[in-house]
């Protein structure tokens, strides 16, 4: 899959022949073949045209619509590949808690192992008493994910695996004005918050772009609770690729790709960016007031977000030994593959589900 973000606010997109063409003031800027892209994704104040949405619909091409920040607004989406069976199976088995919860336990045991694998990289640098104790929880945490047989204790193990993870995030972060100070999001109030979270709703587009090119509906999931325009099953599948957006986030700052000037501190929220959250899922309160109220935040500038999204693609190519399969595949294509063996237990109802780790 080839997936095209433009962000760059003021350009037009139209069709012509076999192209879409980018331009400004009736100036062509770029060209994209559409044989080439798989997805495309307009930040903010990006127009199209009606002829250019005709040919993306005809061709199946996903085009997902995101504020100048990233927040998620929408998509347009066709009918093609879909699969009425393996939906209605879909339904039927993200009822059964039993089935549910092996597949959920997979999932979980992946991110946690992978958690812990970016801690125990930087413990070799940080001899560090307290994380090493972090690191022993953790491993106990991953194991016993094996034995959860209730989803409210799954999300419990879960929950606290986070919070250890990111107790010690910030000593994973060598770029001096670069503080981490503990998760924060609904809006992110440091630097490397900002891009986690705008990392992990970039991410979540594409998953739930190939849930649906797979014929699966993202709405009912295994791990997260059915919510009101919650995509609990796109968000089921992050879960194992959240840990890239950690990494990708830590090599940004560490190798001064991303600095203090890439940032906007502070801005204030949109209505629509405040009513969305992040990952585009809605949110009823951000506040003991009112929810429009503005908050202080901090987020990617324009600047910031060019270079996120360049590191971003390009870390997509990277491979990995993916070991489901078996084999060495790009990342992008691992995703595919990991909603491809989730529609698989779907379809036979068997929950042999294998996470994927980065190795």
Known sequence: MRQVMITEQGLHLHA????????????????????????????GGVEISSGALAVLAHRGIALVFLTERGAFRGRLWTRHGPDVALRQRQMQLSLDPEFSIRIARRMIRAKVEQQRRILLR???????????????????????????????????LEGEAAALYFRHFNQLILAPGMEFHGRSRRPPQDAPN?????????????????????????????????????????????????????????????????????????????????????????????????????RPAVHLNG????????????????????????????????????VNQLARCFRTGETDYQGFTLE
């Open 122 to 156: 930087a413990q070799r640098r940080l001899k560090d008493e307290a994380v090493a104790t972090a690191l022993a929880r953790l491993r106990v945490l991953a194991e016993n994910t094996e034995s959860v047989t209730e989803a409210p204790l799954l999300l419990g």
């Open 194 to 294: 900002a891009c986690l979270s705008f990392g992990y709703t970039i991410l979540g587009t594409l998953v739930e772009t190939e849930v649906l090119r797979r014929g699966l509906d993202p709405f009912p999931g295994v791990f997260h609770e059915p919510r009101y325009n919650r995509p609990s099953l796109s968000l089921d599948l992050l879960e194992e690729f959240r840990p890239f957006i950690d990494t990708l986030t830590l090599r940004l700052i560490n190798l001064r790709q991303l600095g203090p000037g890439d940032f906007e501190n502070p801005v204030e929220l949109t209505p629509e960016e405040v009513m969305l959250g992040e990952e585009g899922e809605p949110v009823d309160s951000l506040t003991s007031g009112s929810p429009m109220a503005a």
């Open 16 to 43: 012509e022949g076999e192209s879409l063409l980018v331009s400004r003031g009736g100036v062509e800027v770029r060209r994209l073949r559409l044989g080439e892209v798989d997805s495309l994704a307009l930040c």
């Open 303 to 338: 600047t910031g977000r060019k270079v996120f999204f360049a590191e971003f693609y390009a870390r997509l190519r990277d491979k990995y030994y993916h070991q489901p399969t078996d084999t060495t595949l790009e990342l992008r294509d691992i995703i595919t593959s990991q």
